[in-house]
């Protein structure tokens, strides 16, 4: 029975030692199944497939599925899984394909700044390096994007510096256009225009801030030098009016004290003689012979005689002064009057030149703008059609870039010159500008325009220009319009610009006719 008993002790402790490897495979099993659940949990989201096969293996490991059970799913899992890992593999590469290419396209990107290109060549040597999961990348994709932003940054920076630019330069053509305008509505005497002209040439190039401003000084130079000399002329026919009548008041203040001076001589003389005849009278009753009379009527009378010759000698230099003080004055007043008709002539001259074109000698802006208002006026009262054409030469900028700014110079003289010869006494044209021409139609409609604005076009085209030996031919293109009642002078001045603008796109050498409310 002691063996019985042995024996049954024994089974009783393996029994025993069973259920405690049985109760810790169960506390393991279930540990690990914890382990498998929550890890599959974070692998959510990676492969729909996959998390819905997890959720099935969550699902039976929570039931306390038997591992038999459970070996399928398992395998099937640990497939999808494979097919992950090589997918994963070529996610990997994708990434790093990525990373680099997005890295060598910024290093390609112009006026980066010099340390962000080192930045960015170090993250490629680093992202050159093999990785085995794309977390790897992730620092490094985060660096780029970092490089990234300051590139775009510098960039952003680097375009404001370009519209300063712009703005510069915009600044620049303004002040050039304007001066030009300026220099073309200002008259001069001949030293200053010379001067005046050469600062017009210096402005056809493009002209740094620095030059444009030097050229601005040099012209209110000559202004202030040219009014000092309208003032001095003006100054000097002044004196000359004062001198001259001061002395003419001096020579009839003193031609009128020597006439009074005279006048009294005179009189004494006249009483002289009066009494020269009392007393010859009362002598003659007291003469008691011939004889005695005879003597004292001669003596009287050679004293009369004497008197009177005297008297006559007092006109005649009365009549001679007078004769030499009105002489005098004729000869200042004939210089006065040259003077005053020189001063005239130059003041006409002045306003003259001031409304024309110095190149062209045909009516400048200015004269444009004066006449453009008038020619409003006379539409708005009359409604006969009016009629305003902008035109411009073509690629006028090659012939001064080809054969030098004085054969543009004459380029726009003997244009204009043909333009004006070609219109109608009562049309109007001026010099707009540069290479640019504005004129006036009064009482004509903008259909009527068009053969004569073709013929001028063709005129032009005609013109033998030759420079250096070589025939040019230039042309021109004109944009028109016709007022209409709700026009302002700006409204169809923009809109001949329009057609100008439309014939310079469609080839130049052309005319469009734009009606409005097109
Ligand atoms: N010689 C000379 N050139 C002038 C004068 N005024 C303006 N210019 C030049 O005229 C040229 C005008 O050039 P752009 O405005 O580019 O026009 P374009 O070359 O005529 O070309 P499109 O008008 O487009 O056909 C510029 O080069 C100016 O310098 C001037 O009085 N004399």
């Not at 009369?304 to 000698?313: A, C, F, G, Y």
């Not at 007043?333 to 190149?359: G, N, P, V």
């Not at 902008?390 to 090659?398: G, M, N, R």
Request: hydrophobic share 40%; aromatic share 6%; glycine share 4%.
């Amino acid at each position: 029975m002691p063996l019985q008993d042995d024996t049954k002790q024994q089974l009783n402790d393996a029994l025993k030692a069973r259920k405690a490897l049985e109760d810790t495979y169960e506390a393991q099993f279930k540990i690990l199944a914890l382990f498998v659940s929550r890890l599959s949990l974070a692998c959510k989201g990676v492969d729909v497939d996959l998390d819905n096969r997890l959720a099935k293996l969550r699902t039976e490991l929570n039931r306390g599925t038997d591992l038999e059970k459970l070996l399928p799913f398992i395998e099937g899992t640990s497939e999808n899984l494979k097919q992950l890992e090589a997918k994963h593999q070529l996610d990997v590469q994708k990434v790093q394909r990525g990373l680099t290419e997005a890295g060598k396209l910024l290093q390609k990107q112009k006026g980066l700044p010099d340390q962000l290109r080192r930045d960015l060549r170090e993250l490629l040597g680093k992202v050159e390096t093999p990785s085995a999961t794309v977390h790897a990348f992730l620092p490094h994709l985060n660096d780029l994007t970092r490089l990234y932003q300051h590139a775009l940054e510098a960039k952003q920076q680097l375009s404001s510096d370009c519209a300063d630019d712009d703005r510069y330069s915009h600044i620049c053509r303004q002040i050039s256009v304007e001066l030009t305008n300026l220099l073309s509505e200002l008259a001069f005497a001949e030293d200053s225009a010379a001067e005046m002209d050469k600062i017009r040439h210096s402005l056809l190039e493009k002209l740094p801030i620095d030059a444009l401003l030097e050229a601005c000084l040099k012209t209110i130079n000559i202004i202030i030098s040219s009014i000092n000399r309208e003032r001095q002329s003006a100054e000097h026919f002044l004196l000359k009016l004062n001198d001259a009548l001061s002395s003419v008041q001096q020579t009839v203040v003193s031609s009128l004290s020597t006439s009074s001076a005279l006048k009294e001589r005179m009189q004494v003389l006249n009483q002289q003689i009066e009494q020269q005849i009392v007393h010859l009278g009362a002598a003659s009753e007291r003469a008691t012979s011939l004889e005695q009379l005879k003597m004292l009527v001669s003596d009287k009378l050679s004293a009369i005689t004497s008197s009177l010759r005297e008297k006559d000698q007092l006109e005649q230099q009365e009549r001679h002064n007078l004769q030499l003080t009105l002489g005098d004055m004729e000869q200042r007043l004939h210089e006065l009057e040259s003077e005053a008709l020189t001063f005239k002539k130059r003041i006409s001259d002045q306003s003259f030149r001031s409304l024309q074109d110095a190149l062209t000698e045909i009516p400048n802006r200015a004269a444009f703008d004066e006449r453009y208002q008038l020619e409003i006026k006379r539409w708005q009262r009359y409604k006969k059609p009016l009629c305003v054409v902008l035109a411009d030469v073509d690629h006028f900028k090659s012939i001064n870039d080809n054969y030098g700014h004085s054969a543009g110079d004459k380029t726009l003289k003997v244009i204009a010159k043909t333009l004006k010869l070609n219109l109608r006494e009562t049309d109007f044209i001026a010099r707009y500008g540069g290479e640019e021409f504005i004129i006036l139609f009064p009482e004509t409609s903008l259909v009527e325009l068009e053969v004569p604005l073709n013929a001028l076009r063709e005129k032009i085209r005609k013109i033998p220009f030759k420079f250096k030996n070589v025939s040019v031919p230039i042309t021109i293109s004109f944009g028109a319009t016709q007022f209409v009642t709700k026009d302002t002078s700006r409204s169809a001045f923009d809109r001949a610009d329009e057609a100008l603008y439309e014939a310079k796109r469609s080839g130049r050498d052309n005319v469009i006719l734009k009606p409005a409310g097109e």
